[in-house]
């Protein structure tokens, strides 16, 4: 791999890690395991190990996950005053007696340990003051973290007061951090519940313990059965010297310390810890997915230090992810909201950590093949990373002698059109687009999730509106009445108030939730609302031509393609029109604000290119100085800003209409910010070729 092969791959990982962590944190809904999460992040470490010159500050190596949802926050922020970083982790023992070696060579005594189960939750930072509880922080960024103490409150295991008890007393102010955690026996309730009110379910107990305690109602929270147990307290006691002491001592304060640890002497007790858990942990009533090494004592940890990511003294041991063998009964073909195809296995029951398995993804027509997975096969399933089942192999010598090789459908389950599949991808697609049942639904869905237009009711409603022809496509929504809703199922007149009364305050939400909500292909959460700033309405986002699109942030010509085809198709031009005239307004919600100066009173500029401050900056100094910004280049344009790697074809444009072109420093002249050196309308970059 050559140096520009390197920056395009490191640039790839930077995004696939971000968009997992985001995923992971703030959504609660990964989609790959910690396994293969940490294969991306090993992968992006070596190159930029290779290329430190390539890795950037912004780097995921870096930096922790953050958990806070910059957009919609509902939880006030506040900083940590020690930083929560994360743990390294290893998958073999090897590492693990390097992770020894290494400490040994720093330490002139022996070392002690402390092993812990890694216990899957959502980490939190409590902090008390007076011996009552002050504050509690989410991870957040590691920086910051969202306050949420109202709902930790909720949590019968966290003592809001402490009764002073044991050899040392508590300080006047201190931290203790731990995990909070949804035990199976709360999850298996939970997601019963959910079921039968047709509400999308939990993947695994990490995430419905992240999802819950971000809820907004405290008393949904306590129902939920939340519990907490705390592993590191940050506190100046004199006399406590080890992490072991330490825990003893918060247990004696009050504080729920989980009893799955050990004090270890030398690697070999290390290793019967971890061989004890790799199969005790299946009896547990909450989910582990490893064991945390933290050398015991503090002195120690000091002189060991920290990276910028995570302490020397403590690394993170996973365990293989569980398997279970069971026989595959048939197989049934998903149509997700895109089109893509998905195999699922239905199986015997099996349990496999701590919930029972009944189904598992196939993945896709390659893996069946690879694995000559048959009909009446025993199978070998997994949870990875405690994440979606899914089918990884097949024991042959259980195989019925009566079993035929497994014949990959050729035309949708749904609506019977016959399948694609691009070259270079892994699944089979249905084409019909606008027509196949489960896609429209699955639009349908997109549209009034929560992330979207977060309008009221989930899949089982959805189902109802759609078959009984009630609605046919999001903008029906808000054409409902009350005498329409009368023939849904197990639906009253509180139910009808809520859904029109969500679907009312939906025509309020930002507008780059509405375009995420529209569902165009490859256009997530963060790619709208990079349009929703660069463009500023649904009518400048749809004549916006390939070569002004690739100029928005983070939009490539695959994006820009799919958006124009997109607004292209006569079945969304019907739809925008009705939404239109539902009365939502198509464009950016611009707050009034006070101008600092009107020196740019009347004049429209078109901004292009990269600066040293963000496009949006730019785009707001216009606007405080009595400007207004335009998305193209025409003849009502002042101004074109160009700053560097503009495009090509807006100089151009520019240039022949005459049009003044002026660069950043010129720019900052023009409202005062900086003295003009003479070159006001000349282009930065001095000369323009084509």
């Known amino acids: 791999m050559n140096r520009s092969q390197a920056a395009a791959r490191i640039r790839e990982l930077k995004d696939a890690i971000n968009e997992h962590n985001r995923k992971y944190y703030v959504l609660n809904t990964p989609d790959i395991s910690d396994f293969e999460f940490d294969l991306l992040l090993q992968e992006l470490t070596v190159l930029e190990k290779k290329y430190p010159d390539l890795a950037g500050d912004d780097s995921p190596t870096r930096h922790v996950g953050s958990d806070i949802a910059p957009e919609n926050n509902a939880f006030l922020q506040f900083p940590h005053r020690y930083p929560m970083l994360s743990l390294s982790n290893t998958y073999n023992k090897e590492e693990l007696l390097d992770f020894h070696n290494r400490i040994s060579k720093v330490s002139d005594q022996p070392v002690e340990y402390v092993c812990e189960l890694k216990l899957d939750g959502t980490a939190i930072c409590l902090t008390y003051k007076d011996g009552r509880l002050f504050r509690a922080l989410t991870r957040g960024d590691g920086t910051i973290g969202d306050d949420v103490t109202r709902n930790v409150l909720r949590i019968k295991s966290i003592p809001e007061r402490l009764t002073p008890a044991g050899d040392f007393p508590y300080p006047p102010e201190f931290e203790i951090r731990g995990e909070i955690v949804m035990p199976f026996i709360s999850f298996g309730e939970l997601n019963s519940a959910k079921e039968k009110n047709g509400e999308p379910l939990f993947a695994n107990p990490r995430n419905a313990a992240a999802g819950t305690l971000k809820l907004l109602s405290a008393d949904e929270v306590e129902r939920r059965g939340l519990d907490c147990y705390l592993y590191h307290l940050i506190a100046d006691v004199p006399g406590i010297k080890t992490h072991w002491q330490a825990l003893e001592t918060a247990s004696q304060w009050g504080f729920p310390v989980s009893q799955y640890r050990r004090l270890c002497r030398n690697v070999e007790e290390i290793m019967e810890f971890l061989e004890y858990w790799d199969k005790a942990r299946a009896d547990l009533p909450i989910a582990t997915d490893g064991v945390v090494v933290k050398v015991n004592s503090f002195s120690l940890q000091k002189t060991l230090g920290m990276t910028a990511k995570s302490p020397r003294w403590a690394t993170a041991y996973k365990f ?20 893509a195809i998905t195999p699922v296995a239905n199986l015997e029951p099996v349990l496999l950590s701590g919930t029972t398995v009944k189904r598992a993804s196939l993945h896709n027509a390659d893996q069946i093949a690879l694995h000559d997975i048959r009909l009446g096969d025993m199978v070998y399933v997994e949870k990875g990373g405690e994440i979606i089942p899914k089918v990884i192999g097949v024991e042959l010598s259980s195989r019925p002698g009566n079993a035929q090789p497994f014949h990959y459908i050729t035309h949708c389950p749904e609506c019977g059109s016959l399948l694609e599949r691009d070259p270079g991808e892994a699944k089979h697609f249905c084409p019909n687009r606008w027509e196949c049942p489960p896609q429209i639904k699955g639009r349908i869905e997109h549209f009034m999730s929560r992330k979207a237009m977060n309008i009221l009711g989930g899949e089982a409603l959805v189902e109802q509106l759609y078959d009984k022809q009630i609605v046919k496509d999001p903008a029906d929504l808000y054409y409902l009445e009350p005498p329409m809703l009368e023939a849904l199922e197990n639906w009253g007149d509180k139910s009808t108030q809520n859904l029109l009364s969500s679907i009312e305050a939906s025509k309020k939400v930002p507008f780059h939730r509405f375009l995420f909500a529209l569902g165009i292909p490859f256009v997530g959460e963060t790619t709208a609302k990079y349009l929703a700033s660069h463009f500023g309405s649904l009518q400048a986002l749809k004549d916006a031509p390939i070569e002004d699109l690739t100029e928005a942030p983070e939009i490539g010509i695959k994006i820009a393609s799919s958006i124009r085809d997109f607004f292209e198709n006569p079945v969304i031009g019907i739809m925008l029109d009705k939404l239109k005239d539902a009365g939502l307004p198509l464009r950016q919600d611009v707050t009034e604000k006070e101008l600092m100066s009107e020196s740019l009173q009347g004049l429209q500029f078109v901004i292009s290119g990269t600066f040293s401050r963000s496009r949006e900056d730019m785009k707001n100094l216009v606007q405080l100085h009595g400007g207004k910004v335009l998305s193209g280049v025409s003849a009502h344009v002042d101004y074109l800003l160009s ?16 049009i003044r072109i002026i660069g950043e420093k010129d720019f900052l002249a023009l409202i005062g910010e900086l003295p003009s050196e003479g070159t006001l309308f000349e282009n930065e970059n001095k000369t323009t070729s084509f």
Do not use: W
């Open 320 to 339: 293989k992810a569980e398997q279970a063998a069971t026989r595959l009964l048939s197989v049934d073909f998903q149509v997700g909201r895109t089109g």
């Open 643 to 658: 700053g560097d790697k503009t495009g090509p074809s807006k100089l151009q444009k520019a240039s022949a209409m005459g």
